[in-house]
């Protein structure tokens, strides 16, 4: 469960973010919409803070994150919080396999290669394992990315513009992949978009 | 999956330029440790040869060159000497023993050397099989010379003149082995020693057959250094080209300039000559030296080139595994490792790639100067240059690394 509460932030005086109160519960999906510079990837960032909120709360399952330290947040971001970024980055000297592995050695949890191996599968990449990511077409490596951001069973997964840099046919396969997966491990799932084609398919919805 | 296994699947990635700094460490490395390795065997045969040895009585001519070819024999000998003139200078109290030396023949450019049991004595070489030389003659191998030639004890075979195989042979007398040193690994290794007699001997016939060859004989003569014309001139007297000489104390050192300004005779002092030979060396030496540490301070600089143009390439990657978790220390420890896997690396190469540099150094030696060079241990200054290479590879890691403190994580991610 994923909860904030007045959450302000200002990259200069005179650029000023004030966001609506959010909740997204356990298995459930939270559509946040906006058009270009309304802060989306700016409350993204604030949700897995990645920024600090200049005031306001953020809080996951019992956790408020405002109050940790950065090495906390770190830990606790790593272990409880799945990211998707709009462009799905690897480290690109390493295999698919490694990348998704990265997730548990990142987050001090033991290397899962089972868990890895049916990710993969069931996202439609298993036989891409051994490759390098750039290897990968958009598609798959929007996959993959979804799967190194379940990798750790996280509480909250968060998804910035995941579909904005894909077809309709992938659109629509990554989304459903996205609910799927994050129901099937109990997490919250909120995505961060401009783009239309989502507007329908989810229900519980924020408009920036 | 680990930090080590990143940094390596990064170097992989990058192979060209992971090759380039990596050759250039190994290239600094190996030259250092080459020049070590060098340096410690050219010591350590100089100065075992040296031992005990205070003086070298010769004719005139350059000092060095008397102490090169007296005591390492390796360079040609100044010319000959009278040996009751040579006698006469050592008769004196400060003198505790007095060895001739007599040499210009060689067998397969083995040299052929003429003295005394108290040349054996001196170098504690031992009679592995047969027995010391005696008679006229008679001659005891060394044990390279032994090994090379196949030469074993009962074997007869004839002279070259001269310290060069191509020499004219004294086809008519021939010297008869009678035994074997064992190794010493000292300069008796590569040596044929005969009594002194036995020289002479050789060379009254020789002379006798020459002197119906006429002119060109002579010519033939005079390039050898070996038997000047004093001694055709002379007939009877005895000259042999060398002596070496230990003191009985360092006031001996007085004698030397004695001799040399009132005597036909010139006295050199090894602990003198080698000194000035290792500082014209040194200057080389020197010089390599300073190319090698500027070679891998190259190989540093690439390194730091390399990772400062990966890094920026790959901030994305660096703030996606800070907001995955990565603690900056952790990251900034992986490109760490990425220099000093290049380091090691380069180390270890260095070190193989120097021992074979010895090894082919060495069998040319050995062909030329029948020296040989061993020991394949790392030396304790290696471990040094071992500290150096970590210090360049981990320094210039981490000039750029220390980016990774500043990186402002949701900047980066928001940029692309």
Known sequence: MLQSHQLTFSY??????????????????????????????TLLHLLALLLRPESGSVTIGNTDLTKLTPAETAGFR????????????????????DNLLMANYLADKPQDRTRARQ????????????KKTH???????????????????PGVILADEPTSSLDDDNCARVVALLREQSEEIGASLIVVTHDQRLKDIFSNQVFL | MNLLKISWANLKDKPLSSFLSGLLMTLGITIISLLLLLNKQLDEQFSKNVKGIDMVLGAKGSPLQLILSSIYQIDAPTGNIPLEEAERLTRNPMIKTAIPLSMGDNYRS????????????????????????????????????????????????????????????????????????????????????????????????????????????????????????????????????????????????????????????????????????????????????????????????????????????????????????????????????????????GFVLGMLLSRIGLLLFSMRAEQEFHYSLSTMGILPEEWGVLGVAILIGVLAAALPALGIYRMNISRTLAEE
């Open chain 2, 110 to 345: 083995f040299r052929i050397v003429g003295t005394n049991r108290k040349y054996v004595d001196h170098y504690g070489a031992t009679v592995g099989q047969g027995k010391l030389f005696q008679n006229d003659l008679e001659v005891t191998i060394g044990a390279r010379v032994a090994d090379v030639t196949g030469l074993k004890p009962g074997d007869t075979f004839s002279g070259s003149h001269g310290l060069d195989e191509e020499g004219e042979a004294h086809a008519d007398t021939r010297y008869k082995v009678v035994g074997v040193f064992s190794p010493s690994n000292t300069v008796i290794d590569q040596l044929i020693l005969t009594p002194l007699s036995s020289v002479w001997a050789i060379h009254e016939h020789h002379e006798e057959g020459e002197a119906h060859e006429g002119e060109a004989g002579e010519e033939h003569h005079d390039e050898e250094h070996h038997e000047g014309e004093e001694h055709a001139e002379a007939g009877e007297a005895r000259e042999i080209t060398s002596m070496l000489i230990q003191f009985r104390n360092p006031l001996g050192m007085m004698i030397a300039r004695g001799i040399n300004n009132n005597s036909k005779l010139q006295a050199a002092l090894p602990s003198i000559e080698i000194n000035r030979l290792f500082s014209l060396l040194g200057v080389g030496v020197d010089t390599l030296r300073g190319l090698a540490v500027a070679i891998m301070i190259i190989s540093g600089i690439s390194v730091f080139v390399s990772l400062y143009n990966s890094l920026k390439e790959r901030r994305y990657e660096m703030a996606l595994m800070l907001s995955m978790g990565a603690g900056r220390t952790q990251l900034f420890g992986m490109l760490l490792l990425e220099g000093l896997v290049l380091s090691l690396i």
């Open chain 1, 119 to 130: 990710l993969a599968d069931h996202l439609g990449f298993g036989d891409h394992l051994g």
């Open chain 1, 78 to 97: 790593a272990a409880h919080v799945g990211i998707v970024f709009q462009k799905p980055h690897f480290v690109s000297s390493l295999s698919v396999m």
């Open chain 1, 12 to 41: 200069s005086p005179n650029k000023r973010f004030t966001f609506p109160d959010l909740r997204c519960n356990d298995r459930e999906a939270l559509l946040i919409l906006g058009k270009s510079g309304k802060g989306k990837t």
């Open chain 1, 135 to 153: 290897q990968l077409s958009q598609g798959e490596q929007q996959r993959v990315s979804i799967a190194r951001a379940v990798m750790n069973a």
